[in-house]
């Protein structure tokens, strides 16, 4: 029998196939006709892309399936690898922090966590009192008066030389406390939004002693009397250019965080550079890895500084964040003001438009912001006025006060005193 009688006659058994519905049939039939070498009639043709259509279809749907599943996964373990805020432990910084929200942006904080920041504060002037009695009196007097005159000059929104032994020292005794203080309410507001990951890479861009990760290990210790907190995993990156702050900040955590109980799993890697020089060093920073970015209290009063330096921090932001990652930016009231030439009001709006050009000019979209202040007013109090308001209202700083008046002859009560800007942002 002849190919083409052959051929024929498998044409017409196909179509006797799909006349009587036995789609099972025509499809082996066709697969004859295509291993023959044939070619298709129309209605084969058309019988083969109708098939396709359906394979791609059901491909579609098993592709459509999976992915759903996977991002349900992905839902999953993202939820399973934040702690989750817990309503009682919230309830009990709010009362012992004496947390009051005047509006959505403006927040008061006149208490604080005594558990855990007295014996920080103890364990602080130990370690500054050992470290001073290493030291002649004589000695001991000329280096922490060249240290003073030197960090002074971040009150003037200067950048302190730095070239002092004891700066680090001076530096614990007059702001460290503070900004501690500041960075665990920051990372309470992180917290209690649900986004603080329990495995989590931290850059901390002048990082001085290490303020960020001491505000986190403080935080968490508070969590661990409400619940058990999982596994931590934190790698911190200290980008500073003072190498002397970051071996004293480490010094310390070695002292006290590591005494506790339940020390915090915590990784430092440490790159002492000059972000201005932003050289070889300072970009061997890992890409697209960090989960935060904090920026605390390292920002320029000096216009082209701070464009130069606005620019840089861009660079990292574009470079080291991850998709997902936050920049956590923390600054005065005053130099928030000072920058941009505008006093200080009670006028919430002035207080928004400034803070979204401050983001914007960092590259960043907003994602939140609270001014965290103690009198619960936008517009300054005076001097005498805010004295009084201090000593009634702020918990004092009572083993540093006394240090501080042993080696300086501090007249006053050193408080616990916020004045910052906390703003949470993505690129």
Not at 126 to 154: C, G, H, M, P, R
Not at 240 to 267: H, V
Not at 363 to 373: A, F, H, S, T
Request: glycine share 2%; charged share 25%; net charge neutral.
């Amino acid at each position: 029998m002849s190919n083409f009688i052959i051929n024929w006659w498998r044409s017409q058994q196909f179509k006797s196939a799909l006349q009587r519905g036995d789609t099972r049939s025509a499809v082996q039939i066709l697969q004859e006709i295509q291993k023959s070498g044939a070619s298709f009639s129309w209605l084969e043709k058309l019988f083969r892309d109708k098939l396709q259509l359906e394979r791609n279809l059901q491909e579609n749907k098993h592709e459509t399936a999976n992915l759903r599943n996977q991002i349900t996964a992905a839902k999953e373990s993202k939820s399973h690898l934040l702690l989750n805020p817990n309503a009682e432990f919230i309830k009990f910084i709010y009362q012992a922090f004496k947390l009051v929200d005047h509006d959505e942006y403006k927040l008061q904080a006149t208490g604080i966590d005594e558990s855990i920041f007295d014996n920080f504060e103890v364990k602080l002037v130990e370690y500054l009192q050992e470290e001073f009695s290493k030291i002649s009196d004589k000695q001991l007097a000329i280096k922490l008066e060249d240290a003073v005159e030197d960090i002074t000059s971040l009150k003037m929104g200067q950048d302190p030389d730095y070239r002092f032994s004891l700066t680090p020292h001076v530096y614990f005794m007059k702001y460290f406390l503070e900004n501690v203080y500041c960075l665990y309410l920051a990372w309470f507001l992180i917290y209690q939004d649900g986004l603080l990951p329990t495995k989590l890479n931290i850059l901390d861009i002048a990082a001085g002693p290490g303020t960020t990760a001491y505000g986190l290990a403080l935080f968490l210790q508070s969590c661990s009397s409400f619940f058990d907190i999982p596994q931590m995993h934190i790698s911190y990156y200290s980008l500073e250019k003072q190498a002397a702050f970051q071996y004293r900040g480490l010094q310390f955590w070695r002292k006290y965080i590591e005494s506790q109980l339940n020390p915090l799993n915590n990784y430092f890697r440490f790159v002492s550079s000059d972000i201005f020089l932003w050289d070889a060093k300072s970009r061997n920073i890992p890409k697209n890895f960090f989960d935060f970015i904090v920026i605390s209290h390292c920002f320029f009063a000096d216009n082209t500084k701070r464009i130069q330096a606005n620019n840089i921090y861009k660079e990292i932001f574009s470079e080291s964040l991850n998709n997902q990652g936050y920049v956590l930016l923390i600054i005065q009231d005053k130099k928030l003001f000072k920058a941009y030439n505008i006093y200080q009001v009670e006028d919430k709006e002035q207080e928004k438009n400034i803070v979204y050009k401050f983001v914007e000019e960092l590259g960043l979209e907003l994602v939140w912001y609270k001014y965290i202040n103690a009198t619960g007013l936008r517009k300054p109090l005076a001097i005498s006025e805010f004295a009084k308001f201090a000593q009634d209202e702020l918990p004092k700083q009572l083993y540093m006060t006394r240090l501080l008046k042993k080696y300086f002859s501090q007249k006053y009560e050193s408080h616990y005193v916020l004045d910052d800007y906390v703003i949470l942002a993505k690129k």
